[in-house]
């Protein structure tokens, strides 16, 4: 049984100071490995922990519905929290007292059993904390005085929020490959997913996650190897009004890109690529996953002998970053090379958790710089003594060199092909860091 991460959902009005505080809970604790092009910086998602909890967390106020009005907005930010989060942080502001809007919040969370945690925010000092006994009317036990834009309380609310997580002592012994189809609604992922399960034998369906939509279906090819379908798009709540939002898709994605080993980016060959495409595949590179370009409804194109070349090109084009991608063109209703995709979600698996000799991986590294000399800034010359590799999933390298402020990034791009041409990283992003040998 597969333990996910447990999800923690902030809601409320707006201006109660949700965004602030999700930024003092995330924020400095998210790296962006790489400036990725086309990724939205207006973040309503990150993963982050507490206490040695990991946890993700979301920012449902950012979460636009489109035109609707805003008791509408609010109440379907809340509805949110409630089908996506394992518990939910509601805040209110101690300025204004308990609003209209916050008993209208509170009454849609009176529907679950999920735990809320009531966060009174503005308590920005201790005069303040009188009033904050006036929410208790809204029901949800004690209220937490806490001032976000100071980080103070936080600390108190994250114990509480930890606390209602359920004991993570289960291992992991699940050894199959965790995969998931992302893309913006209408590729054809749920298409995708009932193809490739009508292709296999279903071992065990159905896996049910701490929330109650995360289902995941596991299955077995025929030599006997196991994979286990993450769930996105699968199971729907159909006629919600959020569900074809942006914001929303983008969240569904992240969530199954964290709990996958191999990401298929969809893309719709119908309809080509689209800004939403990048913001999605972005995602997934900035995690670190293993990718498959998955090109679907191949069958609607009208095709010469150019078009696969043609289309390979834009998407090489488009998606500079994801070069170690491999592209399978495809079609979920007439199953067109659909039998190839596990093999290859195999494959990029294998090389997102392979794992380099020192010795080899120095060989390589120093035949590299044997026939391109290292940079020198200012006459001082980069000195690379050393290349182990420190992690897995991805491979990640450590370069212990004589000052890491020489090491251009034209260089690094290049020891990182050298690397690519010696050992095959086809599908998984490699990363190098580079570290001053004390
Ligand atoms: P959201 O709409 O709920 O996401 O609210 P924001 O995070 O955008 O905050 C709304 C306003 O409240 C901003 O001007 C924040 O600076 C302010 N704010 C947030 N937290 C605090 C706080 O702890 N004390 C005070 N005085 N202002 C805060
Ligand atoms: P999702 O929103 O990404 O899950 O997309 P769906 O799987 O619901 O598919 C959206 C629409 O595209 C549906 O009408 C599907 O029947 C259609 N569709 C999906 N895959 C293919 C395909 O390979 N070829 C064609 N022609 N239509 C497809």
Known sequence: MIMPTPVVAIVGRPNVGKSTIFNR???????????????????????????????????????????????????????????????????VSVKEGVTDADEKVARILYQTDKPVLLAVNKVDNPELRADVYDFYSLGFGDPIPIAGTHGIGTGDLLDKVVDTFPNDDSEDIDDSIK????????????????????????????????TRDA???????????????????????????????????VLRAMRAIDRSDVVCVVLNAEEGIREQDKHVAGYAHEAGRAIIIVVNK????????????????????????????????????TKQRLDRLPELIQKVNKNHEQRISSAVLNDVVMDAIAHNPTPTVNGKRLRVYYATQVAVKPPTFVVFVNDPELMHFSY????????????????????????KRK
Not at 47 to 65: A, M, P, S, V, Y
Not at 187 to 202: D, P, Q, W
């Open 25 to 91: 809970i995330a924020g400095e604790r998210i790296s962006i490995v790489e400036d990725t092009p086309g990724v939205t910086r207006d973040r309503i998602y990150a993963q982050t922990e507490w206490l040695g909890r990991k946890f993700n967390l979301i920012d449902t106020g950012g979460i636009d519905i489109g035109d609707e009005p805003f008791l509408t907005q609010i109440t379907e930010q809340a509805q949110i929290a409630i089908d996506e989060a394992d518990a939910i942080i509601f805040v």
């Open 179 to 210: 995969f998931s189809f992302i893309g913006r609604p209408n590729v054809g992922k749920s298409s995708l997913v009932n193809a490739i399960l009508g292709e296999n034998r279903v071992i065990v369906s159905n896996i049910e996650g701490t």
């Open 215 to 249: 289902i995941d279906t596991k299955f077995e090819i025929e030599d006997g190897s196991e994979f286990t379908m993450i769930d996105t798009a699968g199971i729907r709540k159909r006629g919600k009004v959020y569900e074809n939002t942006e914001k929303y898709s």
């Open 298 to 333: 191949w069958d609607t194109l009208k095709k010469d002998n150019k078009t696969m070349a043609d289309f390979e090109a834009k998407i090489r084009q488009e998606f500079q970053y994801l070069s170690y991608a491999p592209i399978v063109f495809v079609s979920a209703k």
């Open 412 to 435: 690094e791009r290049f020891l990182e092909n050298q690397i690519r041409d010696a050992f095959d990283f086809e599908g998984t992003p490699i990363h190098l860091i580079e570290r």
